[in-house]
């Protein structure tokens, strides 16, 4: 049995979840996610708990047991609470601003760069810094990717953009010494 698929799932009272078709809805106070089960599991819901369990003991369903109650857990989450991404912009020049639901990117290209925002996610800018905020943790983490791979930190100087706890280790360069 799954360490992780085994431990059941706790549902807030402002959170409800059904299962149609093979189909899991979550809806709570920020929104609505909607996610197929996976072949071979089955979701019971017992007062204010979710439990996930394996119909066989085939490989893949087994190695899908605990990826399920995770990926649960992170809806529940999500529509309670939501999830959020910090990145920050570092170098001389570089500059992010927001218009309308576009990110505006000056990363010391020729040209602007214009980073689109996907539907549920939104972006607060504060000088060097974006927040990204939504409730699918899957996609705020896919934009945030995105968004760093814009222009990723460079060794040297650490310019570009990195996530906000993010350490880059710096090289030192050339010594110029001979020996």
Known sequence: M??????????PQSVSISVKDRQLEVIGAKGRLVRPVL?????????????????????AVRSNHGLMR???????????????KKL????????????????????????????ALPDGVSA???QNVITINGI???QIGQVASKIRELRKPEPYKG?????????????SGKSGKEK
Do not use: C, W
Not at 159 to 171: C, L, Q, V
């Open 39 to 59: 072949k071979g599991l089955s979701i019971d819901q017992h007062d204010n708990q979710v439990l996930v369990s394996r119909d066989s003991n085939e490989a």
């Open 136 to 138: 699918d943790k899957q």
């Open 70 to 84: 995770t990926l649960i857990a992170n809806m529940v989450d999500g529509v309670s609470q939501g999830y959020s």
């Open 88 to 115: 920050e912009v570092n170098g001389v020049g570089y500059r992010v601003s927001m218009q309308g639901n576009t990110l505006k990117f000056n990363l010391g290209f020729s040209h602007d760069i214009e980073f």
């Open 124 to 126: 607060i800018v504060e």
């Open 2 to 11: 799954s360490r992780v698929g085994k431990q059941p799932i706790t549902i």
């Open 159 to 171: 310019k570009g953009i990195r996530y906000y706890d993010e350490h880059i280790i710096r090289k």
